[in-house]
């Protein structure tokens, strides 16, 4: 078995080894209100404690008020593993993962206690179950509000669960609590009763932990299975304007394996008047404004700003809402009858690896239809600030919501609820995704003929002269 050098917390981005990790002692920590009153006992016999490294993240990250972050750090002991006396573990579990994942903990007075909640070291959240056995891979949701990043997030998470490319089972492996509220606000809505997701408010938002097992082509051409872990990111589309709101709700972006860049085509000008000669209940969603030169902006801020080279992290530029394209009309599509954007409502085929023709001429094709557009800029923003880029063009829901003024029942005033009639049609919401563990090195790729793993290309050798003049001949 692989094992893992090093680990990335979730929550606060610390990057550690997994054997520093701490432990939790097992029990249901008591409330604050009770804490403060008295020692509080739990089935171990040890009294619940102020985590003071739980409580600076409640209050630094997530801007809680004192008092809030208070009551959620009151939590049991946690016990360090470094020359700790009281401890003992497994050493066949440490010399097959490399580090520990439950360990024995006998206090001065008192019976043995088995932990097995860890925690990072650093900010003392929960880490997710079995997290640093496999590799882990963070992919941040980028985009200006209202280009459906959390539809997009909650439709891929859905069609990775139910997935005909390669034989898979995506498992969530966070907090309780937040597959929770991630069910409620995200799933339960759109999934089930077809209703459009919220805005997602300026906030530091959970991160959504799951583990993506799966089966692939080899360079054989034979299927092999692999498990990884992934933390998906969702951020506020206010928050990527501004210098502050970026690294205050998107520090996680730095650390990413890769990211996806939603751009909404009914904010484009030239679409927008032909929406609104089509249909005009196209366009009743759309922002005010486009800021996806803003937010470009305080990307590069942040990435560049002391730092001569481009980012490497992979970044998919995603064309989202990509069905409305089937109620206008252009020359565009006259002029490429085998376009695929012009098809672009069926899902590509990726059966055991990616398939990179599709994705090239995707890419390629995307980008003219952006060129066309007179909307360059927002690839040239792209390939500005990041090495690697590549275009997509997806549908979320697969059809046209409906959008409708209704008077919301707690603040009685006139708000906007979108729903879909009939179950959602999805298509390609997933091709992005696989580029970038393509790129990553974790799934094949499968060109010219073959499968094989993506292999950064090489940088040019400085040809000798005689180099030079044979290939200045070879040229003519």
């Given amino acids: ?28 920590a ?29 209050i630094e990250i997530l801007q809680v008020s004192e008092k809030e972050a208070e009551k959620n750090a009151i939590q049991l002991p946690f016990i360090e593993l470094e020359n700790n006396p009281d401890v003992s573990f497994d050493n066949t579990e440490l ?43 963070l992919i941040s949701i980028l985009g200006d509000a209202r280009v459906g990043k959390s539809v997009f997030l909650t439709v891929l998470i859905s069609e990775l669960e139910s997935n005909a490319d390669f034989p898979s089972k995506l498992t969530f492996i966070g907090d309780s609590a937040v597959r929770e509220t991630f069910y409620e606000n995200y799933q339960k809505p759109l999934l089930r009763n077809h209703e459009l997701i919220s805005s997602t408010k300026r906030r530091k938002i959970p991160p959504y932990a799951f583990n993506f097992w799966y089966k692939c082509k080899n ?33 996680n972006i730095k650390d990413s394996s890769g990211l996806i860049f ?41 990435f560049l700003g002391f730092d001569r080279e481009k980012c490497p992290i992979p970044l998919a530029l995603v064309l989202s809402k990509s069905d409305l394209l089937r109620f206008v009309k252009f020359d565009f599509f006259a002029n490429k009858p085998d376009n695929r954007i012009q098809n672009i409502f069926n899902d590509e085929m990726h059966s055991g690896s990616v398939n990179m023709r599709c994705v090239k001429s995707l890419n390629r ?60 049609e999805p298509f390609r919401v997933k091709d992005a995704f696989y580029w970038i563990l393509m790129r990553q090195k974790l799934l094949p790729k499968f060109e010219n003929g073959r499968y094989a793993l993506y292999a950064p290309p090489k940088p040019p050798e400085e040809m000798t002269f005689w180099q030079k003049i044979i290939a200045f001949f070879e040229g003519r």
Avoid at 273 to 301: C, G, H, K
Avoid at 381 to 398: D, E, W
């Fill in 1 to 28: 078995m692989k094992k893992i050098n090093h680990t990335i917390c979730p929550f606060c981005c610390h990057r550690f080894h997994p054997n520093e990790a701490d432990f939790r002692l097992p029990g249901v």
């Fill in 30 to 58: 008591p409330s604050a209100t009770k804490a403060r009153r008295k020692k509080v006992d739990d089935a171990s016999g040890m009294g619940a404690i102020l985590d003071e490294r739980l409580m600076d993240y409640q």
């Fill in 95 to 137: 010399e097959k993962y490399g580090f520990v994942q439950r360990l024995i903990y006998t206090p001065p007075t008192g019976k043995k206690i088995t932990c097995e909640k860890r925690l990072c070291p650093n900010c003392h959240n929960d880490l997710p179950i079995g997290y640093g056995v496999r590799d882990t891979l």
């Fill in 219 to 251: 360079e054989d051409g034979g299927f092999e299975e692999n498990s990884i872990d992934i933390i998906f990111y969702d951020i506020a589309g206010e928050d990527l304007r501004d210098d502050h709101g970026i690294r205050q709700n998107g520090f």
């Fill in 262 to 302: 939603l751009a909404d085509p009914t904010n484009f000008m030239k679409l927008s008047d032909l929406f609104r000669v089509t249909d005009a209940s196209l366009i009743e969603a759309i922002p005010e404004e486009n800021s996806n030169q803003q937010i470009f902006n305080t990307l590069y801020n942040y």
């Fill in 365 to 424: 094709e995307v980008r003219e239809l952006l060129t066309y557009l007179g909307e360059e800029r927002i690839v040239n923003n792209a390939v500005g600030c990041f090495k690697t880029v590549s275009c997509f063009a997806v549908s979320s829901l697969g059809k046209k919501p409906t959008i409708e003024q209704i008077s919301d029942p707690e603040t009685n005033e006139t708000i906007e609820k979108g729903y879909v009639d009939g179950p959602l």
